[in-house]
């Protein structure tokens, strides 16, 4: 079983910049899709982005798109997630996920359903 953690929130003003990072233990990434999702007060968790085992492939929800950026580096057994041009809407627990998974699937891999792993989150907040 793999085990997750992140790391890199905190407080930010809009238009700032923030990195997240999100750490594993107990199993070497490079076998499992990887994303990241986010859950506001009072609101469902949704999804941020999800990155392949390659690399190769990437998805962005609509609200994030061009503005973060996610990578992995196999080698560290770790996922990033890049945010740029922060606005107060980000604001959120952001959480890494991990499925075992040797294909990318988009009608899996964009639902909190399609992840049976999960950090403890990650507190982002963006001050306007």
């Known amino acids: 079983q793999v085990q997750l953690v992140e790391s890199g929130g905190g407080l930010v003003q809009a238009g700032g910049s923030l990195r997240l990072s999100c750490a594993a233990s107990?199993?070497?990434?490079?076998?499992?899709?990887l994303a990241w999702f986010r859950q506001a007060p009072g609101k469902e968790r949704e999804f941020v982005s999800t990155?392949?085992?390659?690399?190769?492939?990437?998805d962005y929800a609509d609200s994030v798109k061009g503005r973060f950026t996610i990578s992995r580096d196999n080698t560290e057994n770790t996922v990033y997630l890049q945010m740029s041009s922060l606005k107060p809407e980000d604001t959120a627990v952001y959480f890494c996920?991990?499925?075992?998974?040797?294909?990318?699937?988009?009608?899996?891999?964009?639902?909190?359903?399609?992840?049976?792993?999960w950090g403890q989150g990650t507190q982002v907040t963006v001050s306007s």
């Open positions: 996920a991990a499925d075992f998974s040797l294909t990318y699937l988009r009608s899996r891999h964009l639902s909190t359903t399609g992840y049976p792993y």
């Open positions: 107990g199993r070497t990434l490079s076998n499992y899709q």
């Open positions: 990155i392949s085992r390659s690399g190769l492939s990437k």
